[in-house]
């Protein structure tokens, strides 16, 4: 059975970093494309960063900060945040994807399955 669960959210200061992960099993994240969104309070989601085969693509907002990334053998997938602003704060999802590919524009419909979210929480 596909799943994916979020850890590594938390409180942190601004200017802080924080580094999610999306443990997978039921499928291997080699071969598929994996993406992680996020949504604020009274927000709609927002697709923060995709990483398949073919690379890696980051939302203009996170680009420089965050930094996506995976480790086959552990079936994980990562998402490193630094530079932490108070507008990052979220519930950060990851979801998968039945394709390997990532596109421009990271769209929800794109994905089939999502973990249960973490939450970010930025503030002094």
């Known amino acids: 059975q596909l799943q994916l669960v979020e850890s590594g959210g938390g409180l942190v200061q601004p200017g802080g970093s924080l580094r999610l992960s999306c443990a997978a099993s039921?499928?291997?994240?080699?071969?598929?494309?994996i993406g992680w969104f996020r949504q604020a309070p009274g927000r709609g989601l927002e697709g923060v960063s995709c990483?398949?085969?073919?690379?890696?693509k980051y939302a203009d907002s996170v680009k420089g900060r965050f930094t996506i990334s995976r480790d086959n053998a552990d079936n994980a997938v990562y998402l490193q945040m630094n530079s932490l602003k108070p507008e990052d704060a979220a519930f950060y999802y990851c979801?998968?994807?039945?394709?390997?590919?990532?596109?421009?524009?990271?769209?929800?419909?794109?994905?089939?399955?999502w973990g249960q979210g973490t939450q970010v929480t930025v503030s002094s």
């Open positions: 990483i398949s085969s073919s690379g890696r």
């Open positions: 979801a998968w994807s039945p394709a390997d590919v990532c596109f421009d524009l990271m769209e929800m419909g794109d994905f089939n399955s």
């Open positions: 039921g499928f291997a994240v080699k071969d598929h494309a």
